[in-house]
């Protein structure tokens, strides 16, 4: 009987921390040592809600798993960073009405209108991936982390 297990590829990245080191640098996870500078600030000094303050208004996040709310429509999930950042809404606003910005990502990324008022449950992987973008790059954030 002959087993066969996948070989490992020289260039596969498997388990190597990619997403570890991403929620580093947006202030998800602390070091064990050392420090992490976000724009000048040390992430290591700061409380936990420093961080989530700073990430909040100078970080959009496309996690691995998207992280929709499922009882909030398509257009509340991309809508929703400016409900935790007032530095965020204000950057929002200055470009104009956030809900027609929101719905002007949304079809950027080639989301239809038709898709603001569903359930994120009932769209396609793809289009929950590209709802997750929208909500990243709503209100300019400096850095986004896609994971």
Not at 44 to 61: H, K, P
Not at 105 to 119: I, T
């Amino acid at each position: 009987m002959v087993s066969r297990t996948p070989a490992r590829s020289a260039t596969s990245s498997a388990g190597v921390g990619k997403s570890t080191l991403l929620g580093l640098i947006a202030g998800i996870h602390l070091p064990q040592a050392g420090h992490i500078h976000l724009h000048g600030q040390d992430l290591v000094g700061l409380s936990a809600s420093q961080r989530d303050r700073i990430r909040g208004s100078e970080i959009g996040y496309v996690f691995q798993q998207f992280n929709l709310v499922p009882y909030l429509s398509v257009l509340e999930n991309v809508l929703l960073p400016l409900t935790f950042s007032s530095v965020r809404r204000a950057r929002a606003a200055a470009g104009g009405v956030p809900g027609e910005q929101a719905l002007q990502l949304m079809q950027a990324l080639g989301l239809a209108p038709e898709l603001a008022e569903r359930s994120p449950g009932k769209l396609s992987v793809g289009q929950q991936q590209r709802v997750a973008v929208a909500r990243a790059l709503l209100g300019s954030p400096p850095l986004v982390i896609c994971d």
